[in-house]
């Protein structure tokens, strides 16, 4: 008899706000995560057996990886942050659709 209705999120996952605090820490995370797996795959040592670098070498890539994609997060939330983004970026199709918005 009841029908269930889905509610309509109100959060909108195309503009997200970082602080500028937050923004920094995500690059400088990222940059250290990036570093450090990276040191550590030159500084493994010979002699171990093959599954010891397999595995470690699939750590290093997802940490890698993971490194680039906060550094990625933290370069756009700054950059949102400091308005460094362009008309043709997207940051300001929200507004082109409006009336009055200038476009």
Do not use: C, Q
């Amino acid at each position: 008899m009841w029908r269930h209705i889905p509610r309509r999120s109100t959060f909108d996952t195309r503009e997200a706000h970082v602080s500028r605090k937050l923004a920094a820490f995500l690059i400088i995370l990222g940059v250290f995560m990036i570093f450090e797996w990276v040191n550590l795959g030159f500084n493994l040592a010979d002699g171990h057996p093959t599954a010891f670098y397999v595995v470690h070498g699939i750590l290093i890539a997802v940490n890698v990886v993971l490194g680039v994609v906060l550094g990625v997060i933290g370069w756009r939330g700054l950059g949102g942050w400091r308005g460094l983004r362009g008309p043709g970026s997207g940051g300001g199709a929200a507004l082109r659709g409006r009336r009055g918005a200038g476009g």
